[in-house]
């Protein structure tokens, strides 16, 4: 948390463009640690409001997010992003509470410009007590804050799992304002699985032939976490579920990546994301290939009845993509995807042929030349495009399966929904 003095000009250019960056002259040499903060701006002295009897009091102008900007030779500056004014006059003496004493022993613990550092719990339950807007605006920028850090492997294949939860549930009809369970994340209670720390329903096995089904295939094969999420009526309806299993050798400490799943009942469409990592050079790892031609490889002998219909315009008719990540720890901004590129099998495929000859540390990135940004990807796999179709539920166990034998860890969203796919379902228009 921190609080900033900014000028009318600063002000006016947030009040223009809320989510556009701002850089700020405030020193930030001595912030116990370079993350994203939640923002008190006040108003200059000139548009301060007036409290009963016309004595002035300083308010809040508005809230938003602050975060150190880059080191430079001089000093280090800030950026102020998502900032937002208040309605009406909120006073700042609402942050320090109504005891006199706490009062006093606070407001001289408060920085004139800068962090927050003693006090924080207290500033942090006052300001969401002041107004129901300014309760509002706490709520709406807390999902935004990039805390608790890290890049353990852990952590980087919860990052994932969240990326393809998020993604798979654009897919399947949320939108930003139904993924409260996703806020409410709980970090303590995620072990193996970012799911594990959603609140959300658990799936009671045999309500029908599908749903429970993956908690009960994969019982013994590690951690399984299940979760229900559904909405039914009005324009945004949804109804699917999420399961997470996490391999025995992942549990005991062994390295793992994670494939995603989706899986459409109705038009049995399906869509695998195997997540990876570029290295530091740029290079798509050796070990990454690896582990995908060995997947591809397990799945083609599985028993196939992928056949096209006379009238099925698909653009590709295999379920297999590559998700290649920009190497960012995980964080719990909760609000977006993480960066990175989609790439369809057959080009992976294609380019490791073609590449046979280099040193072996890894795929260059100049082989890979055509990709997908995630919120295309959704797109066109919610219209039908992209994905397998005709594909057997059982072959889909077969292949999360295949999935825990080779990368450790397995996402898979099975969607509910019966709405009519697009231009991939196969079903013929009448002109």
């Known amino acids: 948390m921190a609080i900033l003095r900014p000028d009318e000009d600063f002000l006016r250019l947030l009040k223009a463009d809320h989510t556009k960056e701002r850089s700020y002259s405030q020193s930030c040499r001595d912030w116990p640690e370079v993350k994203s903060h939640l923002a008190i701006l006040l108003a200059p002295a000139q548009e301060q409001g007036d409290e009963a009897g016309g004595k002035q009091t300083e308010r809040i102008w508005g809230l938003g997010i602050v975060r150190p900007a880059r080191e430079t030779d001089r000093d280090r500056k800030v950026v102020v992003t998502r900032a937002r004014s208040l309605r009406g006059v909120v006073p700042v003496s609402g942050l320090c509470g109504v005891d006199e004493e706490q009062r ?132 945004r309806s949804h109804d699917f579920e999420v399961t997470s299993i996490t391999g025995q050798r992942v549990l005991d400490g062994g390295e793992g990546s994670l494939d995603a799943y989706y899986y459409h009942v109705q038009t049995r469409t399906l869509v695998i994301l195997h997540y990876a990592r570029s290295g530091p050079n740029g290079l798509f790892p050796l070990e990454a290939r690896q582990r995908l031609d060995e997947f591809h490889d397990r799945v083609n002998r599985a028993p196939r009845r992928l056949l096209r219909s006379a009238d099925d315009y698909s653009l590709l008719n295999d379920p297999l993509f590559l998700r290649v990540h920009e190497p960012v720890p995980f964080t719990a901004a909760l609000h977006r995807t993480s960066p990175g590129a989609i790439y369809p099998y057959g080009q992976i495929a294609t380019a490791i042929s073609s590449s046979k000859g280099t040193d072996g540390t890894g795929l260059p990135v100049e082989a890979l030349t055509r990709h997908l940004v995630p919120t295309d990807f959704a797109r066109l796999v919610r219209d039908g495009w992209f994905g397998a179709r005709g594909v057997p539920f059982d072959m889909v166990l077969d292949w999360v399966k295949a999935t825990i034998d080779t990368v450790g860890v397995a996402l898979m969203v099975v969607d509910f929904n019966l709405r009519q796919r697009g231009n991939g379902s196969g079903i013929k228009t009448r002109l």
């Open 104 to 235: 006093a022993a606070l407001s001289a613990s408060l920085p004139v410009s800068g962090p927050v550092t003693v006090g924080t719990d207290t500033v942090f339950t006052n300001l969401q007590r002041i107004s129901p807007d300014v309760e509002a605006e706490v709520q709406r920028l807390l999902p935004l804050l990039d805390d608790a850090e890290g890049e353990s492997p852990g952590e980087l294949r919860w990052r994932d799992e969240r990326d393809a939860l998020l993604l798979f549930a654009k897919i399947a009809g949320l939108a930003p304002s139904d993924f409260s369970e996703v806020r409410l994340w709980d970090r303590a209670a995620a072990k193996a699985a970012f799911i594990s720390g959603l609140i959300g329903t658990t799936v009671q096995p045999m309500l029908d032939d599908i749903r429970g089904r993956a908690a009960t295939e994969f019982s013994d094969s590690g951690e399984t976490v299940v979760r229900a999420f559904a909405r039914r009526g009005g324009n």
